[in-house]
């Protein structure tokens, strides 16, 4: 099992750029997440999915969007990138939604705008 | 809304000290969990609390979730390097509520 997987592992854009992150889950879990982790700021959630075409807003939505058309994957957009993007994007998936639930990250996406 | 703050933000440690972190919340949690994030890698799990004054261990590392469910300590003892990294807690107040994660404590150990 490759667990959770996220393409690619850097990229630098240039403003008003656009680009899609790509995150893959191979242990057939029902939520998956998008979440920001800046300095001192922590994990905020982006977007997340409870389920296959059922996405929803997190606490940080603005400037991004997803789509889940397959269970297995969870893509974020970034239309018209801004250089208050710059963060590192991180993906986790856990198999249902209770607060109980472990969640499991993948390994992260270091973004740049410039 | 619920909002979990985790104190220190920055532990500077010497190798074989103990440190304690904190995580607090002003509303009720319904459990709580805690990650470690090595330098340059992503969360990992490594404990959950669920029971009102609730203690686990670790090896080294002692969890313990408040008696009122409003706050969460991780002790770690005899710190070695290997201990270095971001520690963040987790915390909903359903059961059915999204984690919310507090800023991490980052713990850097000096040989």
């Known amino acids: 099992n490759a667990g959770v997987t996220q393409t690619p592992k850097f990229r630098v854009l240039k403003t008003g750029q656009s680009m899609t992150l790509l995150c893959a889950q191979d242990m057939n879990h029902e939520y998956m997440y998008w979440y920001r982790q800046d300095p001192g700021m922590g994990l905020r959630l982006i977007h997340y999915s409870v389920g296959e075409g059922t996405t929803a807003k997190g606490e940080v939505p603005d400037g991004y969007n997803v789509s889940r058309l397959k269970k297995q994957n969870f893509l974020l957009g970034l239309e018209s990138a801004a250089p208050s993007q710059t963060s590192v994007y991180f993906c986790a998936s856990s198999y249902e939604g209770r607060s109980t639930d472990t969640q499991y990250f993948g390994p992260g996406t270091r973004l740049t705008v410039l | 809304g619920q909002q979990v703050m985790q104190i220190p933000q920055y532990q500077h440690v010497q190798e074989g000290e103990d440190f304690t972190t904190y995580c607090n919340s002003s509303t009720t949690l319904s459990n709580i969990q805690w990650y470690k994030q090595r330098p340059g890698g992503h969360p990992v799990f490594l404990i959950q609390?669920?029971?009102?004054?609730e203690v686990k261990k670790q090896k080294r590392l002692t969890f313990q979730f408040g008696e009122a469910k409003k706050n969460s300590s991780l002790h770690i003892t005899a710190t070695q390097t290997t201990d270095v990294g971001t520690y963040f807690c987790?915390?909903?107040?359903?059961?059915?509520?999204?984690?919310?994660f507090g800023a991490g404590t980052q713990v850097v150990v000096t040989p």
């Open positions: 609390l669920v029971k009102s004054g």
């Open positions: 987790a915390a909903a107040e359903g059961s059915w509520g999204k984690l919310q």
